[in-house]
């Protein structure tokens, strides 16, 4: 029998893409692009595309798992242990499992108090039930400490709230109408595929395309003009490009007099952030600072793609700030096709008090648990005392290889009294140092609600096929678990279909008519109004369509496919309705209702309520480092964060391993492409093979993330991070790191 099933990728994307699955007699058997979603457009992502590979990998954990050998990775490279029932593994039944766990966190909340367990997890899965509904219920109820989740955009949305009070912009759709688009930290090409075909629409009609980043990425390998910038750097530039705009009179008076507060104070401060000034920060010339921001202020209606680079330096947030003023200074949220695009995400409003319950905290301690930052891992599971961190429960994250500090992190997963539970569908560094590995299911093998954030369309990811092997979604996952707790509220035992139906209970206005029926048939979007009058049915199976190509054949880059693109004759369904311009008569929402160009809420913080620049004090700019090089510890194209990582197709379009470097750089270490060299710092040291070929200039240095038991000597580049957390929203640094680099010495033969 064969079926076709409506499902969407959850994976940390923003586009958040509506899937066609394929199933003939039970099995899997092609994935694609839905052709009628409108952002989705008919074509997948490389790394998706591939998706049966990971549905099927042979290297899937299929059964629960005890340890019973010792912590650590095993032979360098293995992505998985060579014999599952082994030295090390033992099969155990999920009841066995399920017995363990439950015994061991009776016995350590009973010793040391039911906040000696911290759940770990974050962004495996964005759906809204795998994501967090059962899981953040069993925690609560246990009252485990609470996790901080912030390593990965906190930072950003900080900063940007700080300004419009709400994680919403310009949608992707409306971006084929710029005349002037800036991507701004933003690979587009890499991490943001979907949004491309409306870019190189807006670009045969005569837009430019202008990239900013320290890095020659795939879309500044496209640009009409790219701008390297040094790293950390990004608010100063934007604070010289509103010296030039709002001294020249290039500001939207009327806009900024309607609709924001502080504008005088702004004023005041862009004066001392000349493009001179900025130059000697940024490395961008200040002839090329002022054209920008003319061509910014005058090519209209002009966007900016932002993405959350900028915000991983020690000033992210106020990065962020200062970047997200700019379209309310010129007043380019007022038009089709102007704005900015950061996160999306504040427009679906989902019932998340309903499916987290934090309410159940307090009937096991009486009182809010305490939280612990996820990007202080290390030092959480090596320092914190009182009481000490005894078991340790992961799923959706990786964290022995993406969290900052390698070193210290793997010292405390090491602890040989650490109880550690990793729910995975694969061996990954992580599992290297649990005790117990549960099998968890892909979205093939699960049902979920699902938004995006980088557009305004919900869904359901209807389930496609039976779990394979003995896998379990996180939702029965910790219903599982709840009951062998004991835990007798009636949320536990909620269906799937209750679970959603309860997050779709929204009094927003914009989520009117999402109902779980509908949106198992099609994706939805946000019903938007203006001015009072509502915009109407806006699903996009509007009878108004057109038939349009698809764009899809533009979609590559230095020869490596970007795309499943289909064949010139396929036709993609394109909606026709009023395009959602969130704050093009103000309607911010901030404490004021304008845009916060100057914030009390910042003053009480004790940082600058207009914006500022300060060099990171781990940058050259700082001059009190040793370390002359500064590392970009980016994240690899093809992969997502460590995700994908460890599949042969996938890993066949990247080059895993690198350290690329200035030409000028090498050439002062004594160093050739190809050399194998050494790059370190106080924290720790890699060995990587050096790439010289300019995607980065003189001063930076680039390696990608991996897993690290695929590296040699099991080294992550997060060996080299640190700890230390942004100005606002408490993130991680991972761009504010100074390295040196040389050869590597010979091993010797003794």
């Excluded at 360098?76 to 082994?86: E, R």
């Excluded at 793609?305 to 900028?310: H, I, P, S």
């Excluded at 997050?503 to 008519?513: C, Q, V």
Aim: net charge neutral; proline share 6%.
């Amino acid at each position: 029998m064969k079926k076709v099933v409506q499902a969407a990728c959850p994976h940390d994307c923003p586009d958040a893409c509506g899937v066609l699955i394929t199933v003939e007699d039970g099995r899997a058997a092609k994935i694609q692009g839905d052709p009628e979603h409108p952002v989705t457009r008919g074509f997948l992502c490389a790394k998706v595309a591939k998706y049966l590979d990971r549905v099927y990998s042979p290297d899937r954990v299929m059964y629960p798992m005890r340890r019973v050998g010792p912590k650590g990775p095993g032979q360098p490279g293995a992505a998985v242990p060579t014999k599952i029932t082994s030295s090390v593994w033992q099969r155990i039944s999920w009841d066995q499992a399920l017995d363990q766990i439950s015994s061991r966190f009776r016995a350590i909340s009973a010793e040391f108090g039911s906040e000696a367990i911290l759940p770990y997890s974050y962004g495996g899965t964005l759906g809204a039930l795998n994501g967090g509904s059962m899981d953040r219920r069993f925690f609560h109820r246990l009252g485990a400490s609470q996790l901080d989740r912030t390593i990965c955009s906190a930072a950003g949305e900080a900063g940007m709230k700080s300004v419009l009070g709400a994680k919403l912009g310009t949608e992707p759709e409306q971006f084929r109408q710029s005349k002037y688009i800036i991507a701004w930290a933003s690979n587009i090409h890499g991490n943001n595929v979907h949004l491309w075909p409306f870019i190189a629409e807006a670009r045969r009609n005569g837009a430019k395309l202008v990239v900013i980043d320290p890095y020659r990425t795939r879309t500044a390998e496209c640009a009409d003009w790219y701008l390297p910038i040094n790293p950390g750097t990004d608010a100063a530039l934007a604070l010289g490009m509103m010296h030039v705009i709002i001294g020249e009179n290039l500001h939207d008076v009327d806009y900024v007099t309607k609709y924001t507060v502080g504008f005088e104070q702004l004023r005041e401060k862009v004066k001392a952030y000349p493009p001179e000034r900025v130059a000697q920060w940024t490395g961008i010339a200040a002839e090329d600072i002022r054209k920008l921001a003319r061509e910014y202020a005058t090519a209209r209606p002009s966007a900016i793609r932002l993405n959350y680079g900028v915000q991983r330096s020690e000033g992210g947030g106020m990065a962020t700030r200062a970047i997200v003023m700019l379209p309310c200074v010129i007043g380019s949220w007022k038009e089709v096709g102007g704005g900015l695009q950061m996160s999306l995400s504040g427009a679906a409003d989902f019932n998340s008090t309903g499916l987290k319950r934090p309410d159940l905290m307090h009937s096991a301690l009486g009182r809010e648990a305490r939280t612990l930052n996820m990007v202080e891992l290390g030092r959480v599971l090596n320092k914190v005392n009182d009481p000490p961190v005894k078991a340790l429960f992961v799923y959706n994250s990786n964290p022995a290889a993406v969290c900052p500090n390698h070193q210290a992190v793997i010292r405390g997963l090491m602890r040989p009294d650490l109880f550690t539970v990793v729910h995975e569908q694969f061996f990954t560094d992580t599992t290297d140092y649990a005790d117990i590995v549960l099998p968890a299911t892909t979205f093939f093998e699960h049902k979920d609600l699902q938004k995006g954030y980088g557009h305004y369309y919900v869904q359901v990811s209807n389930q496609a096929i039976e779990p394979v092997g003995e896998c379990r979604s996180n939702v029965e996952l910790f219903r599982g678990l709840a009951e062998r707790m004991g835990f007798e509220e009636e949320c536990f035992r909620e269906s799937v279909d209750e679970m959603i139906d309860l997050a779709l209970e929204s009094d927003d206005p914009w989520m009117a008519g999402m109902s779980r029926e509908r949106l198992e048939r099609e994706p939805v979007r946000m019903k938007f109004a203006a001015s009072g009058a509502d915009f109407g049915e806006n699903s996009h199976f509007s009878q108004r369509q057109r038939e349009v190509g698809h764009p899809g054949a533009e979609l590559r880059s230095g020869g490596q496919p970007m795309a499943a693109v289909p064949t010139s004759s396929d036709k993609v369904a394109v909606p026709t309705f009023e395009p959602f311009l969130p704050f093009a008569r103000g309607g911010f929402r901030t404490r004021s209702g304008k845009a916060e160009l100057y914030s009390e809420l910042l003053k009480a913080q004790g940082l600058d309520p207009v914006v500022e620049f300060r060099p990171p004090a781990e940058s050259r700019h700082a001059k009190r480092n040793g370390l002359p090089l500064e590392l970009l510890a980016r994240k690899a194209d093809n992969f997502l964060n460590t995700t994908f990582s460890n599949l042969p197709s996938v890993q066949e379009m990247e080059e895993p391993g690198l350290l690329e470097i200035s030409s000028g750089d090498a050439q002062a270490r004594g160093i050739a492409d190809g050399d194998r060299v050494r790059v370190f710092n106080h924290r720790g040291d890699v060995e990587l093979v050096a790439r010289v070929d300019g995607k980065v200039q003189a001063g930076v240095v680039s390696a990608s993330l991996h897993w690290a038991k695929m590296a040699p000597g099991f080294q992550s580049i997060n060996s080299l991070t640190s700890e230390k957390l942004t100005d606002m929203g408490n993130s991680a640094t991972f761009y504010s790191v100074l390295v040196e680099v040389e050869l590597s010495k010979p091993k010797s033969s003794h």
